[in-house]
Each structure stands twice: as C-alpha cells, then as structure tokens.
C-alpha cells in the first residue's frame, strides 16, 4: 500500500488543480484582501471634499457641519447652489453632497470609502438630531462642545469579547477565508474521484483491472488527499498569522483541529458529489464551485453582515454550512473564548465528515461495470 501512496502522492503534486486551487488561489486571495481591507482601519483618509446646498430650516445641520469641518479635517465644505454642487459632483471635484434642510440629505455618485464616511457624518447627526437642536436654541455657544463631546464618544468605546479580547471587525472576512480554502478540497477529492471510477476516465479504467485490491486504492487515496490538503491549510494558517501578522491571537494548537476536519470535509465533498450519477466532468465541477462559493458567501466571505442575518432569520442553515461552522470555531478559539460551542463546532464537522466519507465510500465502492 505504501507504494500506491508514494505514487499517488507523486502524480496529485504535479497536478495544476491540485497545486493552484487549494493553496496557491486562497494564499492570493486572502494576500489582495489584506491589502484591500486588512489594514483599512489604519489608514490615513485625505480630507473629503463636500458640497452644501442650503435649504430653509436647515441652519442646524449646517452649524453642525461648520464645526465638524473647523474642528477636524476629515471634510472640506464647499457651499453652493444645487446645480453648481450637482456639477461638481459630476465633474469629481466633490465626492457628495449635503442638502441642509429639515429633513437634511446626501447625494453621492460612487460607492468607496469617502462616501461611507460623509453618510456616517449624516447618520451621526441624524441620531443627536434632537440634542443639536435643543442645545442651537438654548445654549448655541455650546453646540461645538457638543460636537466635540459626540465625536470623542466614538474613540472612547473599544470593542471586546466576553474573554477580554480585542474584537476585529475585519477578521471575519479571514476566518471565513480558511473555510473557503477548506472546501476547495473538492477539487483534489474530484480528482481522485476520476481516478477511481472506470466509467470516468481512461487512467480510472486502468486501474480497476489492476490486481490491486480496490480497498487499499479508496484508502490510499483519501490519504494523500487528506495529507496534501491538511498541509495547504497549515501553509495558508501560518501565512496569514505569521506574515501577514493577521490577529489570530488563539491557540494554534486549538485551531489544528479545526483545519483538519475543514480539509477532511473539503476532500470528502468532492469525493461525494463527483461520485453521484453519471453527469459529465464539466456539470460536477460547476456544482462543486456553486456549492463552495454559496457556503462561503453564507459564512460572510463577501460581506460579514450575511453571517449574522442567516444566524438570526435561518439559524439551521449556518449550523449545516461547513464554511460557516469553521469559521464559527475559530472565532470560538480567538475572540469569543467559548470552549463549549468550539467543541460543539468540532462535532458538528466530525459529523460531516463521517457522512460524506461514508457515502462516497459507498457509491465508489459498490460501482460494477460491464467491461472496462
């Protein structure tokens, strides 16, 4: 048997789906995502360019804006009448702008980060409305101190977890990262899945009218494939951790486990679904990627607010979602410090695991053929 794993380990490594998907593409992912939002809150923001039209009975929001503008340099106001800020926000010399009335506005024409900031301006005066107001009636020589008081607010609240940890807003994104390079794994279990099935490729054929017993090709199979995609998680771990220097402030002794079962889940997935029926190469591919992207955008790959709306609307959902669950139990191991639900997630994936295994074995094991 040793021999079979010497020479299917030979043959996967020189194999262009097995080398790029699973390592190569999520070590590149997650390096342009680290770039992209990975340093995003230590980023210096140049001062925004705004236009104002003034409207009647807006004099309070404009108060609030001048002292914004006075006391910081995050906006750069520039008053004008509605078709001169509408051009200059065609012509990008402004990046929105504010329309001060009773019932105050924004106009913007992209979606980036200086147009994020000026609707969170516009929303913090939204909420303080009413205290703007009342302090503008009564005591106006107060209303910058208010000001100054509402925006110190924000730079006084630090967010933690219940175990005292620093809460990162961005580490969501990388957590669900590893469960998308977990379940690319289906592409080395597709792989062995065609060299195992006569009725898929000439090599499979080949290799069924051999005299080697068909339990030890499944077997030695699953451990290579389990071997080489265990050791691209670890790899990808370790990039992130160690150069990218990404908080993963946990244990790495408790994320191992995580990793393993995610890579045994990734390779028994593809196992699973190219042992099902007789479609073609192409039609288990796609449904491989279709079931790996739809899993990691549900575990909040591309935006992390969709994790915590399925875990409210469809709790179930996440909780049979692969990519969910791993990246649910490593935020077990560096944020919520929860060893009750970290072994509650390692059981779910164990779980999974044991029946995807077991069904692929099945259908892999039970295939007979009329000639080979």
Same mark, same amino acid.
């Given at each position: 048997?040793?021999?079979? $794993?010497?020479?299917?380990?030979?043959?996967?490594?020189?194999?262009?789906?097995?080398? &790029?998907?699973?390592?190569?593409?999520?070590?590149?992912?997650?390096?342009?995502?680290? &770039?992209?939002?990975?340093?995003?809150?230590?980023?210096?923001?140049?001062?925004?360019?705004?236009?104002?039209?003034?409207?009647?009975?807006?004099?309070?929001?404009?108060?609030?804006?001048?002292?914004?503008?006075? =006391?910081?340099?995050?906006?750069?106001?520039? /008053?004008?009448?509605?078709?001169?800020?509408? /051009?200059?926000?065609?012509?990008?010399?402004?990046?929105?702008?504010?329309?001060?009335?009773?019932?105050? +506005?924004?106009?913007?024409?992209?979606? %980036?980060?200086?147009? !994020?900031?000026?609707?969170? $301006?516009?929303? !913090?005066?939204?909420?303080?409305?009413?205290?703007? #107001?009342?302090?503008? /009636?009564?005591?106006?020589?107060?209303? !910058?101190?208010?000001?100054?008081?509402?925006? #110190?607010?924000?730079?006084?609240?630090?967010?933690?977890?219940?175990?005292?940890?620093?809460?990162?807003?961005?580490?969501?994104?990388?957590?669900?990262?590893?469960?998308?390079?977990?379940?690319?794994?289906?592409?080395? %279990? &597709?792989?062995?899945?065609?060299?195992?099935?006569?009725?898929? =490729?000439?090599?499979?054929?080949?290799?069924?009218? @051999?005299?080697?017993?068909?339990?030890?090709?499944?077997? =030695?199979?699953?451990?290579?494939?389990?071997?080489?995609?265990?050791?691209?998680?670890?790899?990808?771990?370790? &990039?992130?951790?160690?150069?990218?220097?990404?908080?993963?402030?946990? !244990?790495?002794? #408790?994320?191992?486990?995580?990793?393993?079962?995610? @890579?045994?889940?990734?390779?028994?997935?593809?196992?699973?679904? +190219? +042992?099902?029926?007789?479609?073609?190469?192409?039609? /288990?591919?796609?449904?491989?990627?279709?079931?790996?992207?739809?899993?990691?955008?549900?575990? %909040?790959?591309?935006?992390?607010?969709?994790?915590?709306?399925?875990?409210?609307?469809?709790?179930?959902?996440?909780?049979?979602?692969?990519?969910? *669950? $791993? @990246?649910?139990?490593?935020?077990?191991?560096?944020?919520?410090?929860?060893?009750?639900?970290?072994?509650?997630?390692? %059981?779910?994936?164990?779980?999974?695991? *044991?029946?995807?295994?077991?069904?692929?074995?099945?259908?892999?094991?039970?295939?007979?053929?009329? =000639?080979?």
């Amino acid at each position: 048997m040793l021999h079979l $794993i010497k020479y299917s380990l030979k043959s996967k490594l020189r194999n262009f789906n097995v080398v &790029f998907w699973p390592l190569v593409f999520p070590l590149v992912l997650t390096t342009l995502m680290y &770039f992209a939002i990975g340093t995003m809150e230590e980023a210096d923001f140049e001062t925004i360019p705004v236009a104002v039209v003034e409207e009647e009975g807006g004099e309070t929001f404009l108060d609030f804006l001048d002292t914004m503008a006075g =006391s910081s340099d995050m906006i750069r106001l520039q /008053k004008m009448t509605e078709e001169e800020a509408l /051009k200059a926000l065609e012509e990008q010399k402004v990046d929105g702008i504010y329309y001060a009335g009773e019932n105050s +506005s924004l106009t913007v024409a992209g979606n %980036g980060l200086p147009q !994020s900031i000026l609707q969170m $301006i516009l929303e !913090s005066y939204e909420e303080g409305k009413q205290t703007f #107001e009342d302090v503008a /009636k009564t005591h106006p020589e107060g209303l !910058s101190a208010a000001i100054r008081e509402m925006e #110190e607010y924000g730079g006084a609240v630090e967010q933690v977890s219940v175990g005292g940890r620093t809460t990162n807003t961005t580490a969501q994104f990388f957590y669900a990262m590893i469960g998308m390079a977990c379940l690319y794994g289906c592409f080395i %279990g &597709f792989g062995s899945a065609m060299e195992l099935q006569a009725n898929l =490729s000439a090599l499979a054929a080949r290799r069924c009218v @051999s005299p080697a017993h068909r339990m030890k090709l499944i077997l =030695s199979e699953l451990a290579v494939d389990f071997v080489i995609h265990f050791a691209n998680q670890l790899i990808l771990l370790f &990039f992130m951790k160690y150069i990218l220097r990404l908080e993963f402030t946990g !244990s790495v002794a #408790e994320m191992i486990p995580v990793l393993l079962l995610g @890579s045994m889940i990734g390779v028994t997935l593809g196992l699973f679904v +190219s +042992s099902i029926g007789k479609m073609g190469e192409g039609i /288990k591919i796609g449904i491989l990627i279709g079931t790996s992207m739809t899993f990691s955008f549900l575990a %909040g790959l591309m935006n992390a607010n969709i994790k915590n709306a399925v875990d409210r609307a469809v709790p179930l959902l996440n909780r049979i979602n692969p990519a969910a *669950v $791993i @990246s649910d139990a490593l935020y077990c191991v560096n944020v919520y410090d929860a060893p009750g639900r970290y072994a509650q997630d390692l %059981g779910i994936l164990a779980v999974m695991c *044991v029946l995807m295994a077991l069904g692929a074995f099945l259908m892999i094991r039970r295939e007979r053929y009329a =000639s080979v």
